[in-house]
């Protein structure tokens, strides 16, 4: 076995172990890129192996989507999925857990009329309101894992050769993911430790704002008074861990939606929808965006914050240091699950559940009687740097350093 059949071997285990943990008698789906083939094979043998009841794959090709966009009339936009939305929801409600394989090429939608783009995803997002709520509470387990495409790679590192670009983005991809290291699953095991320690000192000091100060920031950020920060490691229903993003380096909690106030500039561009955001910033006012500007992108992130009455508003607040292991890297992946993990990052839509202390077994209108948000989207976006300095501002005023110079103060 080669040395990268033997890394995939690794990252597949690593999907199902640590990222979905996979319970003896439990349903796995997989979503999917058919070019992925070759790992999720992988991931199949390495769910059975665990005990797995069936693992079922959805399957996707962006060159079918593409064309969907180009030529299908405009009603096929508005059809909701009912069928696939009622099989998740039902699939989840009964145990499933589900692991998606992200290959996305940042720039699939560039020219497609943002009008196509926004219907579809309001529509699909309207008709998943019952499965993301669950989501949103950690009712079932679910992760993110990536996979190299062609046109990702040559996105990330247009400056090297065709033939070296899929590699190099591989050998990025597992280093992030800790593959290239003797046992991963054990360096997460102590990954999880190190974050969870970050949290447990915030969760400790209760803070009532945040205050983001750096080039183009100035923005304060009231908690919700009940808010809880996570690290990666989420618990589901059944009592079983899970880590949704892997990679991950960050700690977050929940915003009061109506807390949010200044303004707040991009340091990375924002892949969303297939098309490229990028040098943007966000004015609010009592927690709504009341202004959006942007040197890229700036009609899709109109329509993004356009996408419903709570997309107007933050439903996370996450901390990043600059210093990481994919900060240091140095390089731009033009993918959220990458560069999210490379700094301090905030979230338009919908908030988490379990960002609350006993959020998880509240209805919605007792989540947003405590301040949180809700929204049909939830997109993160990037806004850390070597110069982002951060102040817990407590109960009585006083501004105490957790962030300086981008990196961790506490």
């Known amino acids: 076995m080669s040395d990268f059949q033997q890394k995939l071997q690794k990252y597949a285990e690593l999907a199902v172990r640590v990222g979905v943990n996979v319970q003896p008698g439990q349903t796995l789906i997989v979503h999917a890129p058919i070019l992925s083939a070759e790992l999720v094979r992988l991931i199949v043998k390495s769910a059975y192996t665990l005990g797995a009841k069936l693992v079922k794959v959805k399957w996707s090709d962006e060159t079918i989507t593409r064309l ?6 405009d009603e096929t936009f508005n059809i909701p999925p009912k069928w696939y939305a009622a099989e998740m929801t039902e699939e989840v409600e009964h145990g499933a857990a589900v692991l998606h394989v992200i290959a996305d090429n940042p ?5 497609i009329p943002s ?42 590192f247009p400056n ?6 899929i590699d190099k983005l591989w050998e990025a991809i597992f280093s992030t993911v800790r593959v290239d290291l003797d046992n991963p699953v054990e360096a997460w095991k102590e990954h999880l430790k190190t974050l969870s320690s970050k949290s447990d000192i915030l969760n400790a000091k209760r803070y009532k704002k945040l205050h ?17 920060w996570v690290a990666a490691e989420s618990v589901n ?5 899970f880590v949704a993003n892997m990679p991950t380096e960050e700690v977050f909690t929940a915003p009061l939606k109506t807390g949010v106030n200044g303004k707040v500039s991009s340091t990375k561009p924002l892949s969303y929808s297939g098309n490229i955001i990028d040098n943007f910033s966000l004015t609010f006012e009592n927690g709504r965006i009341v202004d959006v500007q942007a040197d890229t992108g700036l009609e ?35 993918n959220t699950l990458f560069d999210e993990n490379a700094s301090n990052h905030l979230a338009i839509g919908n908030a988490y559940a379990f960002n609350l202390k006993g959020g998880k077994e509240m209805t919605a209108e007792e989540l947003a009687a405590n301040g949180l948000n809700f929204s049909l989207t939830h997109v993160d976006f990037m806004i850390g740097s070597a110069e982002m300095d951060i102040n817990g501002v407590t109960e009585d ?6 962030f300086r110079k981008g990196n961790w103060a506490i």
Request: without cysteine; negative net charge; aromatic residues 10%.
């Open 107 to 111: 720039d699939l939608l560039k020219g």
């Open 160 to 165: 090297l050769p065709a033939s070296e670009q």
């Open 237 to 241: 229903q059944q009592g079983h861990t």
């Open 212 to 228: 983001y100060l750096a080039p183009g920031t100035d923005l304060t950020i009231e908690l919700a008074k009940a808010h809880l």
């Open 397 to 402: 005023g006083t501004e105490e350093p957790i």
């Open 115 to 156: 009008s196509r783009i926004t219907a579809a995803q309001r529509v699909r997002s309207h008709e998943l309101h019952q499965y993301r709520e669950y989501q949103m509470a950690d009712k079932f387990s679910w992760s993110l894992v990536a996979y190299p495409s062609v046109e990702w790679a040559a996105k990330v």
């Open 300 to 334: 899709t992130l109109q329509h993004l914050v356009e996408m419903d009455e709570g997309s107007h508003y933050l439903g996370e607040v996450a901390l990043v240091p600059h210093k990481s292991p994919i900060s240091d890297k140095n390089i731009l992946f033009y």
């Open 68 to 73: 969907q966009y180009e030529l299908a009339p």
